[in-house]
């Protein structure tokens, strides 16, 4: 079946710093989401982007989906940016699935 | 605008027993997916429900079974509960069968203990 790998699985960083997650998938997809998901267990979407860029304040995202992969970018990270981020992957097998990848976890230190 | 809302929030039970957790999907929606999240891993898909039949199903045993009202709202029914059952279980809801060109939307979840 699609895989679906995010890097890195773990990100520390100073507040005010950039940063750049990954997500590789390895096949094609129908559709691909970003999500952050806070330390009370709620998923919040970030950005629905199956191809080319797309900007949201200090986040940005990008895939080609040519080369099946995501990057999301945060940029000037804050202590609120803290949480864990996953790419999910939509693909059709006769039907449509939503696979999630295991994850970042990002911890911004103040 | 409501969004999407589950309950309980948190619950404990024992082994062998049996669950059922409830979701309403945010307003528009008619189609509900439910996924098992365990600590420190990512969301896994458990199955998907529209017009009232179950369409997609990951690789979870016939224990995991659910139902979609006319309402759209649904359930998830876990029997014959393991340890290993422990886990936050996410109800998501979107517009159609695929989220082409849509968001999906996440409840809060539903956290619950075996013990």
């Known amino acids: 079946g699609i895989q679906v790998e995010q890097s890195p699985p773990d990100l520390i960083l100073q507040e005010g710093a950039n940063s750049t997650l990954r997500c590789n998938f390895s096949?094609?997809?129908?559709?691909l989401q970003w999500f952050h998901q806070n330390p009370w267990g709620q998923l919040i979407n970030l950005f629905y982007i199956p191809s080319g860029t797309k900007q949201n304040g200090r986040l940005s995202a990008t895939t080609v989906a040519t080369e099946r992969y995501s990057l999301l970018y945060i940029s000037s990270s804050q202590t609120t940016d803290s949480g864990v981020y996953f790419c999910a992957v939509e693909f059709n097998t006769g039907g449509f699935k939503t696979i999630f990848g295991a994850g970042t976890r990002l911890f911004v230190k103040a | 605008d409501a969004g999407v809302t589950q309950s309980p929030t948190h619950l404990i039970k024992t082994r062998g027993q049996q669950v059922t957790l409830r979701c309403s999907p945010k307003?528009?929606?008619?189609?509900v997916s439910w996924y098992q999240q365990a600590l420190g891993q990512g969301p896994q898909f458990i199955f998907q429900?529209?017009?009232?039949?179950?369409?997609q199903r990951g690789n979870f045993p016939d224990r995991f079974s659910g139902h979609q009202f006319p309402n759209y709202s649904s359930e998830l029914n876990v029997n014959a509960l393991l340890l290993g059952d422990s886990a936050l279980y996410l109800c998501a809801s979107s517009y159609g069968l695929t989220f082409s060109g849509n968001t999906i939307y996440f409840g809060e979840g539903s956290w619950l203990t075996v013990v």
């Open positions: 307003s528009g929606h008619d189609t």
């Open positions: 429900y529209y017009e009232e039949e179950e369409r």
């Open positions: 096949d094609s997809v129908n559709n």
